[in-house]
């Protein structure tokens, strides 16, 4: 009998279940709306709704779902199965959510932050397939790290490893949302992209990204496109983003030497204008030897890899409860 596992994705927004086979292949995915606001345990209830819903025309047995795990934003407690805090969820507090799960689903359930869930998924059948040692970095409005090394998810003492959205990179940088000033996600995350581009387009009031955003919000996707259409300040901005990229992730090179480093979410979609300086800033900046044996790729389990990863969660990658 094939086996499943399920994987849940909980987002601020949208809560996306999937049923994996062991392999990585997803038979099934949804989503329904997370209304975090209604509470946990209300939650909770529609997700195992959902589920069996889903199982019902997918034609999984009950009996052939060996467990399930929750990747969801925010800090997460490893002993305990709880959301410790989280950016998208008020007012839950120290919520058990592993367990809450558990009870309902009848399944072991187990539990990790989203960025964790995943780079653990990218690691397994993305772009670190079979590769020990991979760094994920997840580029949005905030920008997260998933460290998988020696074949295992690395948390550190409190559970926050990762946080390469605020490590400093220009002492005299922009203010970020931690309270920190100049942290990477500040030029690299969406809101930080957008800056670089209003200082281009004041310079170049002409340019054809200038009058673009003489007509519409400019989004980085559209940054993006104009890139891909030739305008070359729209390239300028994908360029200087790149770099700075390109400083953090010199500093992740040199210390973990790790075999890969993963770059996903919405922002990696710039593609070449983003990697291209990304990969001449490592060549400058990072020790040869590291350097040399480092690749690095773009995300290739698309929005599904949070939820992938999750769902293996319970296979020896977390702890579990029942
Ligand atoms: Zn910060």
Redesign the pocket.
């Known amino acids: 009998m094939t086996t499943f596992q399920l994987g849940i994705d909980l987002g601020g927004t949208n809560t996306t279940l999937g049923f994996v086979t062991r392999q990585g292949r997803v038979v099934a995915c949804d989503h329904f709306s997370t209304e975090a606001s209604k509470g946990p345990r209300d939650w909770s209830g529609r997700a195992c709704r959902k589920a069996l819903e889903m199982m019902d025309l997918a034609g999984i047995k009950p009996g052939a779902v060996q467990g399930a795990g929750i990747g969801a934003a925010g800090l997460i407690d490893q002993e305990t199965g709880r959301i410790l805090q989280s950016p998208n969820f008020k007012g839950w507090v120290r919520v058990p959510a592993a367990r809450l799960l558990a009870r309902k689903l009848r399944i072991p359930v187990a539990i990790d932050n989203d960025v964790n869930a995943m780079a653990l998924g990218e690691a397994l059948f993305g772009g670190g397939r079979g590769l020990t040692d991979v760094f994920c970095i997840a580029l949005g409005t905030g920008v997260g790290g998933g460290l998988f090394l020696k074949g295992e998810i690395y948390r550190g003492t409190t559970y926050s490893a990762g946080e390469i959205?605020?490590v400093t990179i220009d002492p005299d940088g922009p203010f970020?949302?931690?309270g920190?000033q100049g942290?990477l996600?500040?030029f690299v995350g969406t809101a930080g992209i957008l800056r670089t581009a209003d200082a281009w387009i004041e310079r170049n009031p002409r340019s054809k990204m200038a009058r673009f955003a003489s007509k519409h919000r400019l989004t980085v996707k559209d940054v993006a496109d104009l890139a891909k259409s030739g305008c070359s300040s729209a390239r300028d901005v994908l360029k200087h983003t790149g770099m700075m990229l390109g400083i953090g992730l010199a500093g992740v090179v040199n210390l973990l030497n790790p075999s890969a480093i993963i770059v996903g979410g919405r922002v990696a979609q710039a593609g070449r204008f983003l990697f291209r300086p990304l990969r001449e800033t490592l060549k400058r900046r990072a020790m040869s030897v590291p350097r040399r044996a480092v690749q690095v790729r773009p995300a290739q389990l698309g929005p599904r890899a949070g939820m992938i990863g999750a769902s293996m969660l319970p296979l020896g990658y977390a702890r579990i409860f029942r």
């Open positions: 959205g605020h970020c949302a931690c920190n942290c996600e500040a």
